[in-house]
């Protein structure tokens, strides 16, 4: 098990353009997070599933962002017609226990670029 | 709402002094206080929590006391060395879940920098 895995590393893109990203889990984590950091800011939480069950969502998830995690396993997430306020970097955790007891494993994130 | 506030950097230090990295946060109850670390390069990684008042997180010779009357959860480490050269961040998990509560609310980090 290498850890959490996110692809791509970078995303150069036009503004209004779709981009989807994808996140691999560590194997047996049934907890997985989506969070935006942007440059000298703290990551910001942005939506979070148990298995497939997309539990929480933050405001900062507008209808432009949807994310997927179809079996409970990898999860994407899709941001459509691009903005360039979108630009950040893209970080996905993983996490295996219940709510008091967990640490989260961070992937290296993907750098979204939106021209 | 919930908010964290941690010292600006960057931090800049000779190697073997003693690290304090400030942290104070706002929040309803008691919430879990949690310090993660990312080297360069590399993902965030949990260096260090507290669940509750007084409990005191440690790791790697770090060390970080909740401390509700302050509602502070200063990072501190008696003699640090090159290899600690990373970004802190300082995070809280509000006290209850639902309703929106389960995410971490991060700092804006704290760069900090080990000369030899």
Known sequence: ?115 | GDSVTQMEGPVTLSEEAFLTINCTYTATGYPSLFWYVQYPGEGLQLLLKATKADDKGSNKGFEATYRKETTSFHLEKGSVQVSDSAVYFCALRPMYSGGGADGLTFGKGTHLIIQP
Not at chain 1, 39 to 50: A, H, V
């Open chain 1, 1 to 115: 098990d290498t850890g959490v895995s996110q692809n791509p590393r970078h995303k150069i893109t036009k503004r209004g353009q779709n981009v989807t990203f994808r996140c691999d889990p560590i194997s047996e984590h049934n907890r997985l997070y989506w969070y935006r950091q942007t440059l000298g800011q703290g990551p910001e939480f942005l939506t979070y599933f148990q298995n497939e069950a997309q539990l929480e969502k933050s405001r900062l998830l507008s209808d432009r962002f949807s994310a997927e995690r179809p079996k409970g396993s990898f999860s994407t997430l899709e941001i459509q017609r691009t903005e360039q306020g979108d630009s950040a970097m893209y970080l996905c955790a993983s996490s295996l226990g219940d709510r008091d007891h967990e640490k989260l494993f961070f992937g290296s994130g993907t750098q979204l670029s939106v021209l």
